[in-house]
Nanobody
Framework: QVQLVESGGGLVQPEGSLRLSCAAS????????MSWYRQAPGKERELVAD????????NYADSVKGRFTISRDNAKNTVYLQMNSLKPEDTAVYFC?????????WGKGTLVTVSS
């Protein structure tokens, strides 16, 4: 059974940091491109960052460049999102995604709230 389980969300003050984790199981994690998406209230889901299977390439949304870092540990079947200098506009549900060719898996999301 495929599972993607996000953790690490919560309430943080502006300029604070959080580290999200996504633990994967039920598929060959190392073969998949892993991504973080987010969806703010009333907005469409958007890509935040992705990382190729061998960690050779990362890609970031312009809004998070220089503040967020995506990484993965294929031995632990886990992908991470380190989020620094958080802003209120980063408030959203953050989703983990695994993609390979036509196959696409999603986690249920973790809520990040940036507020003073």
């Amino acid at each position: 059974q495929v599972q993607l389980v996000e953790s690490g969300g919560g309430l943080v003050q502006p300029e604070g940091s959080l580290r999200l984790s996504c633990a994967a199981s039920g598929f060959t994690f190392s073969l998949y491109v892993m991504s973080w998406y987010r969806q703010a209230p009333g907005k469409e889901r958007e890509l935040v960052a992705d990382i190729t299977s061998a960690s050779r390439t990362t890609n970031y949304a312009d809004s998070v460049k220089g503040r967020f870092t995506i990484s993965r540990d294929n031995a632990k079947n886990t992908v991470y999102l380190q989020m620094n200098s958080l802003k209120p506009e980063d408030t959203a549900v953050y989703f983990c995604n695994a993609k390979r060719r036509e196959t696409n898996y999603w986690g249920k999301g973790t809520l990040v709230t940036v507020s003073s």
